[in-house]
């Protein structure tokens, strides 16, 4: 009996871990040499390659906790709780994100760590200020973006198909396989002036300080101006949206 | 959702290829036919075995897995192929106009068609089994989606050019886990007919057919009926 009970404790003790190595830490660690070693071939004279990627693709993990989405909630009629408590539905849902946001950037941070023990880290303290200030809007805008294609699933049964369709235009408007400035001057013109590149593109080369002071405030007007109307329609869309959705025992 | 996929991953190398004609001995043409297979391969799947794949996971944990036992017919077939999907079968379509214009665009020989012919059901097999070998987990563990996803990462290698790895990641993509054998290393025999990299399709494709069936038995066997 006790020996039954130790087993299954130890199980327990390593499966979780085991199960959060699998889940978040190995795919994102695996997806990583595929555009290094891409671009590493195709443009041998830029060096900071590999740390474009490495840094785009931790904010992309960071900012985007796949936990944080409501669409399970609203199929299986147990969001319908929300409305019981005396916050608004987006601000409760804005905070469970920020929850998620931290796990996720205290295990962002170890990983830079772990990789900074092992190589120098191109890091300045002017880099890393940028990074600061443009952090919020980075947050705020991969928050609002997955936010409103996970309130698609108020109207529709099928909300998976919208953010599958989200992260493969990251992939591509986001930086998450290439850097903005490899794309054609007319599509880089279109993804410089949408709201994905907060999700990957900022924070790296941010980070990289590859932005002069100019670009940043530029950036942060931008930034605020997504913020503005992204936040406005998400409003908008929510509202309805709850107004439509018929919860289970109403 | 495979439309964009598919423009994305286009694009993708659309873009690398503005910087550089050759990515170690890989030029466009011989990446649009990495890409052309990879298309029809995925499309083939998504309208054939997708849902049959997705929807194991909860077949075993629900217990309704016996009812595929009982069924007269092969469980491994039925298990993966029960459920055809009629809106990826446009994909299907869209994969082959995409495979014709890159044959007629980049004008195919006629031994690349041969070889073509040849080696796309056994690259479609390789990926048959690599997709299931992922979602046999279901079987042991109470959370399979971690495989699943690992899977849809490990997918971008079978993406890429085989030659931007060093030898000893393209071993083991190429044999132990062979990414590689789905459409980058058919891609690169159509182009160079070279004997090396069909032996190492050969092998890989192989060695993942005999890993799974063995897994799948090894599965079953593990496999507690709701019954019982």
Not at chain 1, 57 to 86: C, H, K, N, W
Not at chain 1, 152 to 177: K, M, N, P, Q, S
Request: aromatic residues 20%; glycine residues 4%.
């Amino acid at each position: 009996m006790i020996f039954s009970i130790t087993k299954s404790e130890i199980k327990r003790l390593f499966a979780y871990p085991l199960i959060f190595f699998l889940r978040e830490f190995l795919p994102f660690v695996a997806a990583l040499p595929v555009p290094v070693l891409l671009w590493q071939n195709a443009t041998p004279s830029d060096t900071q390659v590999f740390w474009y990627f490495l840094f785009s693709m931790t904010a992309y993990q960071i900012f985007t906790p796949e936990p944080a989405y409501i669409s399970r909630e609203v199929y299986d009629g147990t969001v319908t709780r929300y409305f019981l408590y005396p916050h608004s539905f987006s601000s409760i849902i804005f905070s469970r994100y920020l929850g998620y946001l931290v796990c996720q950037l205290f295990l962002g941070l170890l990983f830079i760590i772990l990789v900074a023990a092992l190589w120098q880290l191109p890091v300045t303290l002017e880099g890393f200020l940028k990074f600061l200030l443009l952090t919020p809007f980075c947050v705020g805008l991969s928050f609002l973006l997955f936010s409103l294609v996970e309130a698609v699933t108020l109207w529709l049964e099928d909300g998976w198909t919208f953010r599958v369709i989200l992260e493969v235009v990251a992939i591509f408007l986001a930086g998450r396989f290439l850097k903005l400035e490899h794309l054609p001057s007319i599509v880089e013109a279109v993804a410089q002036t949408l709201p994905f590149k907060f999700m990957a593109y900022i924070p790296s080369v941010a980070l990289l300080n590859n932005l002069s002071w100019f670009e940043v405030s530029v950036i942060t007007f931008q930034g605020l101006a997504w913020l503005l109307v992204l936040g406005y329609v998400f409003r908008l869309f929510l509202n309805e949206g709850l107004r439509h959705f018929s919860a289970f025992g109403s | 959702m495979d439309l964009v996929y598919y423009s994305s991953l286009f694009a993708v190398y659309y873009s690398v290829y503005l910087f550089t004609d050759n990515l170690n001995g890989w030029d466009f043409r011989a990446t649009l036919f990495l890409l052309a297979i990879w298309f029809l391969i995925d499309s083939f799947h998504m309208a054939f075995l997708a849902t049959g794949t997705w929807s194991l996971p909860s077949v075993v944990n629900q217990g309704l897995f016996d009812s595929y036992l009982l069924k007269p017919v092969n469980c491994f077939i039925f298990s993966f192929f029960n459920k055809f999907e009629p809106s990826s079968f446009y994909n299907l379509l869209l994969s082959v106009g995409f495979l014709v214009i890159v044959a007629f665009k980049f004008e195919i020989t006629a031994i690349e068609l041969i070889t073509f012919i040849c080696i796309f059901p056994v690259a479609l097999l390789a990926s048959i089994f690599l997709r299931v070998l992922f979602i046999l987990p279901c079987f042991f563990l109470e959370t399979p989606y971690a495989f699943m996803r690992l899977f849809m990462t490990l997918k971008d290698y079978g993406t890429s050019p085989s030659d931007i790895f060093t030898p000893l990641v393209r071993y083991i993509l190429g044999i132990l886990l062979p990414f590689l054998v789905i459409a980058s290393l058919p891609a690169k025999f159509i182009v160079t007919q070279n004997m090396e990299t069909l032996f190492v399709v050969a092998l890989g494709s192989s060695l993942i057919s005999i890993f799974t069936i063995w897994m799948w038995n090894k599965a079953i066997n593990h496999y507690q009926s709701a019954s019982s």
